[in-house]
């Protein structure tokens, strides 16, 4: 990636986390478990995408984790913005109290996180809407090394945890 690229985000973040979160309970919402139990890989939006990206991860662990991959390897930062961050209808109904954390910390979303230059983003939207897939952007990259979040007019230096394999493994 390079500093301006726009990153973006398919589809849309915490809905299997809040799902584990509303586990065992008989009043869990069925959208939000379907996309825990049952995710949809995006394989063909990443085909039509690959025309377009500069750099791509799939969002498994956790938007912050995740991201923060390409930024390490870009030597690069971002400044996300809370406000753009996408919410499935059932998400947004539901109102968690940890929203903001489960969107950017929780994972097994399993949706795209690529880098496109700006120029590039409607052509690359206009062809997910063909998949009726959203393609939301939600920050820009930053020649500023680090992840940030951008709530209003705070900004302040997240920390990029997510899920973490083998934890506790011997």
Request: hydrophobic share 45%.
């Amino acid at each position: 990636a390079s500093a301006g690229d726009l990153i973006c985000v398919t589809g849309t973040l915490g809905d299997a986390a809040l799902a584990l979160q509303q586990l065992p309970s008989a009043t869990a919402d069925h959208s939000l478990r379907r996309r825990l139990d049952r995710p949809t890989p995006r394989v063909e939006a990443g085909q039509l995408l690959a025309e377009w990206s500069v750099a791509a991860i799939d969002v498994s662990d956790g938007l912050a984790a995740d991201l923060n991959h390409m930024l390490v390897a870009s030597q690069l930062g971002a400044e996300l913005r809370a406000d753009k961050l996408p919410q499935s209808p059932a998400f947004a109904s539901a109102a968690p109290e940890d929203a903001l954390a489960l969107q950017l910390h929780g994972g097994d979303d399993y949706e795209l996180c690529v880098c496109l230059r700006n120029d590039d983003f409607q052509a690359a939207q206009a062809r997910l809407a063909a998949l009726s897939l959203p393609l939301t952007g939600i920050s820009v990259i930053t020649a500023a090394p680090g992840l940030r979040l951008r709530e209003g007019n705070v900004v302040r230096a997240i920390e990029p945890h997510g899920y973490q394999h083998f934890v506790g493994q011997a």
